[in-house]
């Protein structure tokens, strides 16, 4: 996008509907964009493109968004030097770029004012989702503002409701 008109070079983008033409993405030569949407690059289309391209030092991987402890697009951002993909080995030469604030998810603001709505039925509160470090910080502000007591159980934990 050197030129700055985006409409210009989006005349030579080429849609994927099939994984036939997403597979073909794999024998380009040259320089090439690829857009697929990955969440945390542990299944579907992303997953081709990475296998065919992370070992070349020329590619350039963009991960927009948060990546869950565990994931391959988390491995790739923690700086891995190989990562299994398919039950094979595959070498990161590629560069591996991140972009946050792109998050698909409400921000704590956005949650805590949701659930100023909710508080005043004092609710069981259970926090599931993200990284122990933030949903125990959220939990502690729901418990300063709200009273109550969040419960924040680890992956595995069995919950009655």
Known sequence: VKSGDLRENLQ???????????????DVKGSCMIMAGSGMCTGGR???HLRHNLHRPETAVLIVGFQSPGT????????????PI???????RASIHTMGGLSAH?????????????APSRPR???THGEDRARKAFSEL?????????????????IEI
């Open 72 to 83: 391959l697009g988390r491995q790739l951002v923690d700086g891995a030097k190989s990562v």
């Open 46 to 48: 992303i997953m081709h």
């Open 86 to 92: 398919f039950g094979e080995k595959v070498s990161v």
């Open 142 to 158: 729901i418990r300063s503002q709200h009273g109550l007591r969040p419960e924040c159980p680890n992956l595995g934990d069995v």
């Open 106 to 118: 409400a921000g704590q603001d956005d949650l805590l004012n949701w659930f100023s709505a909710v």
């Open 125 to 127: 509160v259970i926090i």
């Open 12 to 26: 030579s983008a080429r849609f994927c509907p099939t994984p036939q033409d997403s597979r073909a993405l794999n």
